[in-house]
């Protein structure tokens, strides 16, 4: 059971989290370059969203938890949850929504670490040489003076999408350097 409440309090950015979702419940737009203050003040705020997430969780029917907009309705809520309201305002974010945007990003990386990684130095440098390539095939197709206007287009398009791949790059790094961190608080909280 803790194992499971642990996968669904930091699951809940990866399914159904916006109110536009895509397939994997993060938007594009959503996707921030993160930074060690923001980090460092989501951990401080951390164990108050995990209490809620358990709070609210628990008052869940089995039907509610299977509700595909369970986790949507759980960011409403936690957004007009005055305890965490104020916990962001303390902890120096500017808003609860960008404490939201912020707790996305971080579970995003998060959960992709603890699934996705099986050794996070050899992983992290293949997504590197992944997005070096990429870029410099998008860079090469449009220097190619016979790339038409509509293939410049799309490649043009695909290199602003590389950007995101490049942010979450350098957000797994440095959710990699805070993972203990985060590790420890979910453990003090199981006790």
């Known amino acids: ?19 536009n979702s895509s397939s ?13 203050a923001r980090v460092s003040n989501f951990i401080l705020v951390l164990p108050e969203i995990l209490d809620f997430s358990k709070q609210y969780y628990a ?3 089995p039907s509610q938890q299977e509700d595909p907009e369970a986790n949507e309705k759980f960011f409403k809520a936690l957004k007009k949850s005055a305890r965490v309201q104020s916990m962001a305002l303390k902890n ?6 960008e404490l939201i945007l912020v707790y996305k990003n971080v579970a995003l990386e998060y959960a992709s670490i603890q699934q996705d990684f099986t050794s996070f130095k050899a992983d ?3 997504i590197k040489k992944q997005i070096d390539s990429y870029e410099s095939n998008y860079l090469a197709i ?3 003076k ?13 290199l602003k999408e590389l950007e995101n791949d490049k942010k979450r790059y350098q957000n797994l790094i440095l959710i990699e350097k805070f993972k203990s961190a985060i590790d420890q608080i979910y453990l003090s909280l199981q006790k």
Not at 92 to 97: A, E, M
């Open 124 to 126: 992290i440098q293949n």
């Open 92 to 97: 120096n974010f500017s808003s609860i929504d």
């Open 142 to 144: 449009l220097a190619n």
């Open 24 to 36: 994997d419940g993060i938007e594009k737009t959503d996707i921030i370059a993160l930074s060690e």
């Open 1 to 19: 059971m803790k194992q499971v409440l642990f996968i669904f309090l930091f699951s809940l950015a990866l399914f159904n989290c916006t109110e």
């Open 59 to 61: 008052s869940l029917s």
């Open 146 to 158: 016979n790339t038409t206007s509509l293939q410049a287009k799309e490649t043009e398009r695909q």
